[in-house]
């Protein structure tokens, strides 16, 4: 009753979104960024409690940090916001026109998704990224977040109302699902009738259960099981600087680098000076067995290792003969997220990037690039990782759909 | 244990079809369409048994007539499989190129989906269809066929295997599920790891079974409730010519039309002349209060009416006082299928075209264009409701992929 409700009314909201104009977009978010900016005294008040319950509760330093909220961060959320209004609006594009033999003129053209769904862990700043995103791309959204951030989210979420309706734009434009249990978040994955896309972003376990109970359809994000291929005729010292950068650069993120395919007749020299510098930042190696052999200090690895997101100090190394065994093995293992060959041998690098399947697949650079501000998208909703209509980074394009106008002067099929 | 060894085995196929050259995949399915030509005895004898056990099961008309091959429907066949063949290759097209301040060049390119599952009813010539359209966009096929079909699809799949193997392709480029108990249909919609795209073609009931179990990502298809639009300003012979198409031209159709909504200005005068040739095919109408004011023949529609696809000759009648009104009770009973308005108003139109959230929304013309050869696709494997990766008639270019290339000289993430 109370998810119907809630439902019913953003996905009334979508039609008044989508008459919006760009100017009117843009005007409501940048009124929204300064909304948020003069609420910073309630949407820290609030924030407090959270951090109070999450220490109360145990949480630990890394989920405390990401729930945390102060004048910077609330500033970048303002700036976020602003950014988005400053991007092309994606909605009315014509991708294509034609005629028909019978005259029926033919124009497909870009149009909002409708109502959004947006599922994610305690980060508060995703309240706002999402919401503007959706906004801007002409849909309405329906956001669940955490349990440990309903305090901040609320405020937020109270906050961008609050700028919505000065703009005189329905307050329904964003809503927030403020039942936090787990019944009520199966049951919104459930909603199909109301909802037109459902985007999980967080762990593993978040995404699974999304792409378990959905019967809305569901773009998959964010698990990198990233793989980095050192060919032979790699650059020894560019490889290092690459892998160092891909592993270390920021470990908790599904773009890093987390298992390592060498090619047998340079594992021996290759490996102990990666290793040289690898560990300047402690990183463990798992490796196989001639991996094991060419560096004392690698552990060996079991089978389990190389199907492994570690988000943390720890790279799998396994040795392959050729390019068709490693771009077998990263099919094998991978998450379809990024992978990349380190390679001066063209051929080589050819086969590679034909043959892994996955999103993004690189020559001669680090995975740590795979990111939609990176990709010059301006702005990201999340990493997708499945096949199914947008691919790799996200940002305002890969969130609407098209439709075809047909006009005619009287045309009947024969 | 059978599921998984099928699908593994597809798995391994989707790597080697997607390495085949637009000649080699052409090749291959002229040999299958002269392979399919040359086993019309096996497979006619094949689909003997299915329809002596339709016979036998008491299967009615409508079912054995779609059931039933003959020499014309294989020629049919293997003519559609030609046809597929000299289509343009959607696989390797380049969709936009980038460089990047840092140096790294972006590459957009369509790949091919993968796996793909196709779940249908008893028509046996979707087989060979869904098969030519899924090779030719580079991915591996699995098919699951309804239980009355299966001798046919068995025959069917063999020779189209012979065809594969001649070519020296591997066989396992299509597979064909043969246990069709519902039991194995539902394990198959979970196997997630093999399959990257499932879409279900059928009835409203195999549609929703699919949403409703399947973890793999689905592209809806098919159930059209449409409407037409008659505004006060639509040239009423146009528009009786129109809604007669619609209507009547094919009744089991997912583009038919369902439901007609007229001003109330003109439905007095509009709808007895419409009824005058809707009644030389009896069709029956279901009115609200001033239609059946209008129309002593109408019958009163429940409210249930509005939301039926009836496949059948009934059509529902609403009247409304306005466009906005009209825009909206479609959107509230319309499956995002096709709609039209009737009208040589202008603005009418604009809101109409805007307003209506459809894959295919038509001005002055029949809605029973919503076809992929109609829309110039030289071919179709179903008509997508949803908003996700495709909207309305799909060919070739709705069932590919993409990624990203990204080649760099040794760039990391700062």
């Known amino acids: 009753m109370y998810l119907d409700e809630l439902c019913l009314k953003a996905k009334n909201a979508k039609y008044s979104v989508a008459k919006l104009t760009r100017e009117e977009k843009d005007n409501a978010l940048n009124v929204i960024a300064k909304s948020l900016v003069d609420d910073e005294e309630s949407i820290l008040a609030a924030n407090a409690k959270d951090i109070e319950a999450g220490v109360a509760n145990g949480m630990h330093q890394g989920l405390l940090d990401r729930l945390t909220l102060n004048h910077e961060r609330i500033e970048g959320m303002a700036e976020g916001i602003r950014q988005v209004a400053a991007l092309d609006d994606p909605i009315g594009k014509i991708l294509d026109v034609s005629t028909r033999p019978n005259g029926l003129k033919l124009t497909k053209i870009t149009v909002p998704m409708g109502v959004i769904g947006i599922i994610y862990e305690s980060r508060p ?26 305090n901040s989210n609320t405020a937020i979420v109270a906050s961008i109302k609050k700028g919505l309706a000065q703009c005189g734009i329905t307050e329904d434009a964003i809503s927030l699902i403020e039942k936090t249990d787990r019944e009520t978040t199966t049951e919104f994955m459930k909603k199909k009738e109301y909802v037109d ?10 995404i699974k259960a999304v792409v378990d109970n959905s019967t809305i359809p569901v773009i998959e994000t964010g698990t990198g099981n990233c793989h980095i291929f050192v060919d032979e005729s790699a650059d020894f010292n560019e490889a290092i600087e690459i892998i160092f950068n ?45 991996s094991c052999e060419a560096l004392s200090e690698a552990k060996e690895a079991t089978e389990e290792d190389f199907y492994k997101e570690y988000l943390d100090y720890i790279l799998s190394v396994k040795t392959v003969s050729n390019t068709e065994e490693a771009i077998d093995f990263i099919n094998e293992h991978n998450t379809g997220h990024s992978d990349a060959i380190l390679s001066k041998n063209e051929e080589n690098i050819r086969k590679f990037l034909q043959g892994v399947d996955s999103a993004c697949v690189y020559a001669n650079a680090s995975t740590r690039f795979t990111d939609g501000f990176e990709f010059g998208f301006g702005a990201e909703i999340g990493i997708s990782t499945q096949k199914l209509h947008a691919r790799g980074p996200m940002g305002l394009e890969q969130i609407v759909s098209y439709k075809y106008l047909i006009e005619g002067n009287g045309q009947v099929r024969g």
């Open 197 to 206: 896309l459902l985007i999980p972003r967080g762990g593993a376990g978040l």
């Open 246 to 290: 891909a592993k270390t650069q920021r470990i908790g993120v599904c773009n890093a680098c987390e298992s390592l395919v060498i090619h047998e007749n340079i594992v021996k020299e290759f490996l102990p000076k990666l290793y040289e510098k690898l560990s300047t930042k402690n990183v463990e190696i798992r490796g196989d067995k001639a």
């Open 125 to 150: 700043n995703v309240t706002a990224d999402a919401f503007a995103l959706c906004f801007k791309a002409g849909s309405a959204v329906i956001l669940k977040g955490g349990k440990d951030a309903i």
